[in-house]
């Protein structure tokens, strides 16, 4: 498994000056975005910025489970589908608000990941990723079997945003200002994306993530130093379902309709391909990979064999070239720029 080295390089990348301005900068970008986007197009570029943040949600969950602790699941297509399905459900059969639906249905994938979970501590490798591929297609096709509840393989509509009574389905007027329903929901999905990244973030820095990658570097000298491998395999698809359960339930309700085939094996094998082309084990590669093949299968929308064969071809020339991914040519730039600086003696 490629990974880190050095644990500590990925979280001081946004502790020296230069990264804190840039993300500054960046966070303001992303706030103003949709207030300053004009044209005939100007909603559909909302749309794929909400498309590119839930992105960045599945794979920051996706590599917490392979990247950070080593464990290869190709089933993680059927945990988005658990928590579109669930939401949607909570909403429509119980009439639960809806930052509550995306809470249930997060908290009700995160137990049945940990569940999951549980033949990671008998099996590895190719093994494991057997298992939960099997799982990814089980969940579909009893979501497809269960016509009375899931609609079948028809699928259900599902329900618009709404936040403290507001439906998201009209334009909101505030002074000059006119909030479309994508920009509404834009500014949902940017503070969910927001805060679960930070919490990876901080998550891996702490005990827990230390306990992640401790698994993954050798889950036998981990257990003889008294790591807990049994908790941690389970607590890592469980924390990383959770994250599958909220970005299904934020696609599902931002695309008016789903059905189960949405929710195949390629879903699962993009996901590999946007941790894998980022950077293992990192949440910079995770945005960086979310953020190419989201723009990736927007340019190439019309042509799906085109589509797929250049996604095969960046997967095959990042390994090849940059094993670390995205993130490892960002920081190999990173530190030649550093290296300038010391040269010149700024």
Do not use: C
């Amino acid at each position: 498994m490629i990974g880190e080295k050095d644990y500590f390089q990925e979280y001081r990348l946004l502790q020296d000056r230069p990264s804190r301005l840039l993300l500054s900068v960046l966070f303001i970008g992303l706030i103003l975005f949709p207030l300053i986007s004009r044209g005939d197009s100007h909603n559909y570029y909302v749309f794929v910025a909400n498309l590119l943040f839930i992105n960045i949600i599945t794979a920051v969950g996706y590599n917490i489970v392979v990247g950070n602790t080593g464990l290869i699941s190709l089933g993680h297509s059927g945990f988005l589908a658990i928590g579109a399905y669930a939401s949607i459900i909570l909403m429509t059969k119980i009439g639960a608000p809806f930052p509550i639906a995306i809470l249930s249905a997060g908290i009700i994938t995160a137990v049945l990941g940990f569940i999951v979970g549980l033949p990671a501590l008998k099996l590895e490798g190719p093994y494991l990723a057997i298992a939960t591929l099997g799982f990814g297609i089980a969940v579909e096709q009893v979501l497809g079997l269960s016509k009375s509840l899931t609609g079948g393989m028809d699928g259900i509509d599902t329900p618009p945003y709404s936040m403290f009574g507001h439906v998201m389905n009209t334009d909101v007027s505030l002074g000059p200002i006119v909030l479309s329903s994508e920009k509404q929901i834009y500014y949902v999905i940017l503070f969910v994306t927001v805060v679960l990244t930070f919490a990876a973030a901080r998550m891996m820095k702490s005990r827990v993530g230390r306990g992640f990658t401790a698994v993954r570097d050798s889950a036998v000298a981990a257990r003889s130093l008294g790591v807990n491998v049994t908790y941690f395999k389970s607590l890592a698809f469980a924390v990383s379902a959770f994250y599958m359960g909220v970005a299904g339930s934020l696609n599902a309700h931002m695309v008016n309709h789903i059905n189960p085939s949405q929710y195949g094996l390629m879903l699962s094998i993009t996901m590999v391909a946007m941790i894998v082309v980022g950077g293992l084990g990192s949440i910079t590669g995770s945005i960086l990979g979310a953020v190419l093949f989201t723009l990736l299968h927007q340019i190439l929308a019309a042509q799906d064999h085109l589509n797929a064969i250049i996604t095969g071809l960046v997967m095959v020339l990042i390994i090849i070239f940059e094993p670390r991914g995205l993130s490892g040519v960002w920081r190999t730039m990173r530190g030649f720029f550093k290296r300038k600086q010391v040269v010149r003696g700024d």
